[in-house]
Nanobody, 128 residues
Framework: QLQLVESGGGLVQPGGSLRLSCVASGLSLDSYAVGWFRQAPGKEREGVSCSSIKNIRSYYTDSVKGRFAISRDSAKNTVYLQMSSLKPEDTAVYYC?????????????????????WGQGTQVTVST
């Protein structure tokens, strides 16, 4: 069974940067597509970025294109989300998730139901 643990969240000023980490244990992430989702208070969970199996392709939702970057380190069984030029509207709990049957990239939006394993989330707050 795959376990995922996120870290790296915190409080940052607008325009700042953070790097989120998602460390996997139990199984290799190389056999999974991995996604980052976020959920702001009172809003539905939304997909932010995904990386296909073997990191061949990636996807970003429009609101983070050019600012966020997803990457993997197979040796560490870890996925990262580098976030730059952060805005107050990026404030949310960020979750990483993994699935074997994930359409990434997607022509529409990321589907939560395609992801079978989830981390507990890490809070990102962008504020002065």
């Amino acid at each position: 069974q795959l376990q995922l643990v996120e870290s790296g969240g915190g409080l940052v000023q607008p325009g700042g940067s953070l790097r989120l980490s998602c460390v996997a244990s139990g199984l290799s992430l190389d056999s999974y597509a991995v996604g980052w989702f976020r959920q702001a208070p009172g809003k539905e969970r939304e997909g932010v970025s995904c990386s296909s199996i073997k990191n061949i392709r990636s996807y970003y939702t429009d609101s983070v294109k050019g600012r966020f970057a997803i990457s993997r380190d197979s040796a560490k069984n870890t996925v990262y989300l580098q976030m730059s030029s952060l805005k107050p509207e990026d404030t949310a709990v960020y979750y990483c998730a993994a699935g074997r049957w994930v359409q990434c990239p997607t022509p529409t939006q990321m589907d939560l139901d395609e992801y079978s394993d989830w981390g507990q989330g890490t809070q990102v707050t962008v504020s002065t």
